[in-house]
């Protein structure tokens, strides 16, 4: 009574594949007089274009240690689709003297016999070329929705979907499925960018978010993770992406962006507003010992270079600013904190500040010419199939993705400060705003500031003048 082993392989996440395919065996074994040695299953589809699995690469090694004289496959692509290791796995068969019983077939296969490796070599060669039809239309198909802008994958938070069936030109029913806005979740979205761009960080977001019991799809806590990854997804600004590497953000000189068939949750300005502040490589993420005062290491000595600290070393306990690296000045910090404010004040309330910064009809011009030149870069596929060169083609690509590049380097240029977009939308509060904001966004509205007006320079007290009774305004300057 010879030794068989069957080996079972899911089908498009099927369970009941396995479970058919492993009652087709043990009937096969009843019927033959086999006896059973083993068998094996995998839960993964057999598509060369998967997960790397198959007969070989799994099942093959125990097969051999059990000494089967007979392995039973319900198919021959249920082996492998992939032809070499399909080859490999038919050489072991004939140097080790085991035989293959394909159900599909309903005979059993001796790989010693040329007509019968000829039979299975062949299965081989047609399981690779169904493999390599199905990864076309796939691939057909994605290309497709992301020129038709339509949806895929899971939904993202913010959305809901709904479906609707249709027929098509030829009458044959369709499932459509639209894309729309969450009434709660969306809000939550809007919010999140509004918040990134008032500055306030990913952290504390997250944090409030939690606190508020509202949860991510998966129903999971937020993260900053999280907060950045939905932040710089274009979806939110209404464009399908498509990348020559498969990812859902955008890749500089690569992404395409469509128009998508699901509403925009948020404007374009806000989103590459949010994104370039997130993805700007000199943005700092974290905080060098968790800053507890308005001017620390932000404001300067005027006589080194170096920063100023706050200490309470000095006149009984009383907060002052001192130069951190040879403390050539130092101020009392309430006198400095107040003087600044009221400068920065000033600054924002002036809505000349922001006209002279930013030429938003320019800016403007500028997303327009890089979205023609990313829809001149998709035409370019269309053109090599229809005879352009495809060096020339290449090449016009990466011109094409360089000159996008300087364009996105210009608009960060051309565009108001992120987190100073909400006073120069509204700047007849300032006073109001500053003072119910955190002390961390306080910081970063006064960075924003210093990095276009020159940072705040601290110098020594005039000759003859004694120390405490020189102004502020009198020992500041502001520049670079």
Same mark, same amino acid.
């Given at each position: 009574?010879?030794?068989?082993?069957?080996?079972?392989?899911?089908?498009? *996440?099927?369970?009941?594949?396995? !479970?058919? &395919?492993?009652?087709?065996?043990?009937?096969?074994?009843?019927?033959?007089?086999?006896?059973? =040695?083993?068998?094996?299953?995998?839960?993964?589809?057999?598509?060369?274009?998967?997960?790397?699995?198959?007969?070989?690469?799994?099942?093959?090694?125990?097969?051999? =240690?059990?000494? $089967?004289?007979?392995?039973?496959?319900? %198919?021959?692509?249920?082996?492998?689709?992939?032809?070499?290791?399909?080859?490999?796995?038919?050489?072991?068969?004939?140097?080790?003297? =085991?035989?293959?019983?394909?159900? #599909?077939?309903?005979?059993?296969?001796?790989?010693?016999?040329?007509?019968?490796?000829?039979?299975?070599?062949?299965?081989?060669? /047609?399981? %690779?070329?169904?493999?390599?039809?199905?990864?076309?239309?796939?691939?057909?198909?994605?290309?497709? !929705?992301?020129?038709?802008?339509?949806?895929?994958?899971?939904?993202?938070?913010?959305?809901?979907?709904?479906?609707?069936?249709?027929?098509?030109? /030829?009458?044959?029913?369709?499932?459509?499925? @639209? #894309?729309?806005?969450?009434?709660?979740?969306?809000?939550?979205?809007?919010?999140?960018?509004?918040?990134?761009?008032?500055?306030?960080?990913?952290?504390? @977001?997250?944090?409030?978010?939690?606190?508020?019991?509202?949860?991510? !799809?998966?129903?999971?806590?937020?993260?900053?993770?999280?907060?950045?990854?939905?932040?710089?997804?274009?979806?939110?600004?209404?464009?399908?992406?498509?990348?020559?590497?498969?990812?859902?953000?955008?890749?500089?000189?690569?992404? @395409?962006?469509? /128009?998508?068939?699901?509403?925009?949750?948020?404007?374009?300005?806000?989103?590459?507003?949010?994104?370039?502040?997130?993805?700007?490589?000199?943005?700092?993420?974290?905080?060098? *010992?968790?800053?507890?005062?308005?001017?620390?290491?932000?404001?300067?000595?005027?006589?080194? *270079?170096?920063?100023?600290?706050?200490?309470?070393?000095?006149?009984?306990?009383?907060?002052?600013?001192?130069?951190? /690296?040879?403390?050539?000045?130092?101020?009392?910090?309430? %006198?400095?904190?107040?003087?600044?404010?009221?400068?920065?004040?000033?600054?924002?309330?002036?809505?000349?500040?922001?006209?002279?910064?930013?030429? !938003?009809?320019?800016? #403007?011009?500028?997303?327009? #010419?890089? *979205?023609?030149? &990313?829809?001149?870069?998709?035409?370019?596929? +269309?053109?090599?199939?229809?005879?352009?060169?495809?060096?020339? =083609?290449?090449?016009?690509?990466?011109?094409?993705?360089?000159?996008?590049?300087?364009?996105?380097?210009?608009?960060?240029?051309? $565009? @108001?400060?992120?987190?100073?977009?909400?006073?120069?939308?509204?700047?007849?509060?300032?006073? +109001?705003?500053?003072?119910?904001? $955190?002390?961390?966004?306080?910081?970063?509205?006064?960075?924003?500031?210093?990095?276009?007006?020159?940072?705040?320079?601290?110098?020594?007290?005039?000759?003859?003048?004694?120390?405490?009774?020189?102004?502020?305004?009198?020992?500041?300057?502001?520049?670079?």
């Amino acid at each position: 009574m010879p030794l068989a082993t069957g080996y079972g392989r899911e089908s498009m *996440g099927s369970a009941q594949s396995i !479970n058919e &395919q492993s009652r087709l065996f043990f009937a096969r074994a009843a019927a033959e007089g086999w006896e059973v =040695a083993g068998w094996f299953e995998d839960k993964v589809s057999a598509s060369s274009y998967g997960r790397k699995k198959g007969i070989v690469r799994d099942a093959w090694p125990e097969v051999r =240690a059990n000494l $089967t004289e007979i392995l039973w496959l319900n %198919e021959s692509s249920r082996g492998d689709r992939e032809l070499s290791q399909w080859a490999a796995f038919l050489e072991e068969c004939r140097d080790g003297g =085991a035989r293959v019983w394909v159900e #599909q077939h309903e005979r059993l296969f001796d790989l010693r016999i040329a007509a019968d490796w000829r039979t299975l070599a062949t299965d081989g060669v /047609d399981s %690779e070329m169904e493999a390599r039809r199905i990864s076309k239309r796939v691939r057909t198909g994605m290309d497709r !929705n992301v020129r038709e802008g339509r949806t895929h994958g899971r939904i993202p938070f913010g959305y809901t979907r709904r479906y609707e069936y249709v027929r098509d030109e /030829d009458g044959k029913r369709q499932r459509v499925v @639209i #894309q729309e806005l969450h009434p709660v979740q969306s809000l939550v979205v809007k919010e999140i960018y509004v918040r990134i761009r008032a500055g306030e960080s990913l952290k504390s @977001i997250a944090r409030d978010l939690n606190a508020r019991r509202i949860f991510s !799809n998966s129903g999971t806590e937020w993260t900053e993770f999280k907060v950045r990854s939905l932040a710089i997804r274009p979806l939110y600004m209404g464009k399908r992406i498509h990348n020559e590497t498969p990812g859902k953000y955008i890749i500089p000189g690569e992404t @395409i962006l469509n /128009d998508a068939q699901w509403p925009a949750i948020v404007d374009e300005t806000l989103f590459w507003i949010v994104y370039n502040k997130l993805t700007d490589p000199s943005r700092v993420t974290y905080k060098p *010992g968790g800053a507890k005062h308005l001017l620390s290491l932000i404001a300067r000595c005027g006589e080194c *270079g170096g920063p100023l600290i706050a200490t309470a070393r000095y006149d009984g306990g009383q907060w002052k600013y001192i130069c951190r /690296d040879k403390s050539c000045v130092m101020i009392g910090k309430a %006198e400095l904190d107040e003087y600044v404010m009221f400068e920065i004040i000033r600054f924002l309330s002036d809505i000349d500040n922001y006209s002279q910064q930013s030429d !938003n009809g320019q800016v #403007q011009g500028m997303y327009a #010419q890089i *979205g023609e030149k &990313q829809a001149a870069r998709e035409r370019l596929g +269309e053109a090599v199939e229809h005879g352009m060169d495809p060096v020339i =083609a290449g090449k016009t690509d990466k011109r094409l993705a360089l000159e996008i590049r300087e364009l996105e380097d210009k608009i960060r240029e051309h $565009t @108001i400060p992120s987190v100073l977009m909400d006073f120069a939308e509204r700047c007849d509060d300032v006073a +109001e705003r500053l003072e119910d904001m $955190t002390l961390a966004g306080k910081r970063e509205i006064m960075r924003a500031v210093m990095e276009r007006e020159g940072y705040v320079r601290l110098h020594r007290s005039p000759q003859g003048r004694r120390p405490g009774t020189v102004p502020a305004a009198e020992r500041v300057s502001w520049a670079a």
